[in-house]
């Protein structure tokens, strides 16, 4: 925390890109290195590191908070790369990668297509842009496709399920950026709450006829 510069604009981390993984670190290592600085599918990165060394251990840097909706979509550029947490109880409203990729779109609140709630045109335009603001996906952090083991813990099945609807509690992550999205990398455990229980069975509303 005594190294944070005083630019609230920029970030205090950095995403080091290390193929050789070696020498091997911890969580907590204080590290040397050199290498250079470049964007990967718009993550900034350290890549051709060399010299990589081991110091010392310390304490984690204090997570920086986030907050949505975002005023901004370029407002988390200054967390990218580093240890941030979330203040408030999030909701999934997108589960559609789940099962390949483990990975959600959290929002304050469910969000709909916009032309679901909104006439196409510019009412529509307006729901879209307000969207855009309030969604940030959560990710495992791995590229493995299909793994065995997806969210929530301890693993999908019929039986425990995640769907759109559920909330999930504050946690702390590394966030970072890839595939045009901010990212939840977290580094706690995430814990979920089933709020939209499937039912038993369909549940059908008789229509309101007015006239013959």
Known sequence: ????????????????????KTPTVA?????????????????T??????????????????????????????????FEGMLVSTNQQLVV???????RYNELVLATERLYIPTQIAKPGDESKAVMAKN?????????GKNAQNIDNPYPAPGLTADNTLRVGDSVAPLTAVLGYGFSQYRLHPTTAVNFTQQNLRTTAPVFTKPIVTGK
């Open 132 to 140: 855009a603001l309030n969604r940030i996906v959560l990710d495992d």
């Open 93 to 99: 409203t997108d589960n559609y990668n789940l099962g």
């Open 27 to 43: 969580v907590g290592d204080v590290v040397r290195v050199s290498g250079v600085v470049e964007e990967a599918f718009g993550q």
């Open 45 to 78: 990165q350290l890549n051709k590191l060399e010299g990589l060394t081991v110091c010392s251990t310390t304490t984690l840097p204090t997570a920086a908070t986030i907050t949505l909706p975002l005023t901004d979509r370029t407002a988390l550029e200054a």
């Open 1 to 20: 925390d005594a190294t944070a510069d005083s630019d609230a604009n920029t970030s205090e981390g950095i995403f080091v890109f290390d193929t050789l």
